[in-house]
Nanobody
C-alpha cells in the first residue's frame, strides 16, 4: 500500500520561506513522477510543481516560477518543495502526488498525501 506523508507546513509572514517534504512508503518514488498541488478554501485543487522520474525535468505554475523549487531525493524516497518569497495568495493546503506523468493534470496522479497547511500572513 502506497502512503505519502507531507510535512513542513505552518504559519509564516509574507516574504518568508518554508520547505515542504513528502515521504513515500510502499513504493519507490524513483519510478514515478511526483507533483505538488494546493487547494485553498472554496477552490479546486490546482497545480503547483512537478518533477520527472529522473529529476532532470521540472515544471511550475506561472505564479510560483522563480519562487518555488521542487526536488527529489531517491535515497530518502522523498520529494521536496522549497517555497521562498511567500505571498498571502500562497495560503492553501498543499498535497503531494505520485503519478505516471509530471503533469499539471490532477488525473495523472494515482496517489495523494493527506496535505499540509501553509498559511501566509500579510
Amino acid at each position: 500500500q502506497v502512503q505519502l506523508v507531507e510535512s513542513g507546513g505552518g504559519l509564516v509572514q509574507a516574504g518568508g520561506s518554508l520547505r515542504l517534504s513528502c515521504t513515500a512508503s510502499g513504493r519507490t518514488i524513483s519510478n514515478h513522477a511526483m507533483g505538488w498541488f494546493r487547494q485553498a478554501p472554496g477552490k479546486e485543487r490546482e497545480f503547483v510543481a512537478a518533477i520527472g522520474r529522473t529529476g532532470v525535468s521540472s515544471y511550475y505554475e506561472d505564479s510560483v516560477k522563480g519562487r518555488f523549487t521542487i526536488s527529489r531525493d531517491s535515497a530518502k524516497n522523498a520529494v521536496f518543495l522549497q517555497m521562498n518569497s511567500l505571498k498571502s495568495e500562497d495560503t492553501a493546503v498543499y498535497y503531494c502526488g505520485l503519478g505516471h506523468s509530471a503533469s499539471w493534470f490532477v488525473g495523472h496522479y494515482d496517489y495523494w498525501g493527506q496535505g499540509t497547511q501553509v498559511t501566509v500572513s500579510s
